[in-house]
Nanobody
Framework: QLQLVESGGGLVQPGGGLRLSCTTS????????VGWFRQAPGKEREAVSC????????KYSDSVKGRFIISSDSAKNTVYLEMNSLKPEDTAVYFC???????????????????WGKGTPVTVSS
């Protein structure tokens, strides 16, 4: 079982930035499609970004395109989500998840993720 751990969340002012990390001590993330997702209070979980070295392929939701960057460091077995120009509506718990290395090719890649972390909270507020 792949156990994913997110870190890097916190409180940030509007316009600021954060970098989230997703890593595991079991398995190699390069073998998976890894996505970032978020869930705001009272809302459904939504897809934010996805990356797979099978291609490679990178995807972003329209709401974060141009502001967020997903990247992978094989040596550190870590996938990052760099978040810039943050807005109050970005406030949510952010989760990373992993699926097959074809997962990111799916339109609804949230539905095919198999392994989930517990999330890290991000609050954008002045």
């Amino acid at each position: 079982q792949l156990q994913l751990v997110e870190s890097g969340g916190g409180l940030v002012q509007p316009g600021g930035g954060l970098r989230l990390s997703c890593t595991t001590s079991r398995g190699t993330l390069d073998h998976y499609g890894v996505g970032w997702f978020r869930q705001a209070p009272g809302k459904e979980r939504e897809a934010v970004s996805c990356f797979s070295r099978n291609g490679p392929i990178t995807k972003y939701s329209d709401s974060v395109k141009g502001r967020f960057i997903i990247s992978s460091d094989s040596a550190k077995n870590t996938v990052y989500l760099e978040m810039n120009s943050l807005k109050p509506e970005d406030t949510a718990v952010y989760f990373c998840a992993a699926g097959s290395n074809y997962a990111c090719y799916r339109e609804n890649y949230l539905d095919v993720m198999e392994h989930w972390g517990k999330g890290t909270p991000v609050t954008v507020s002045s």
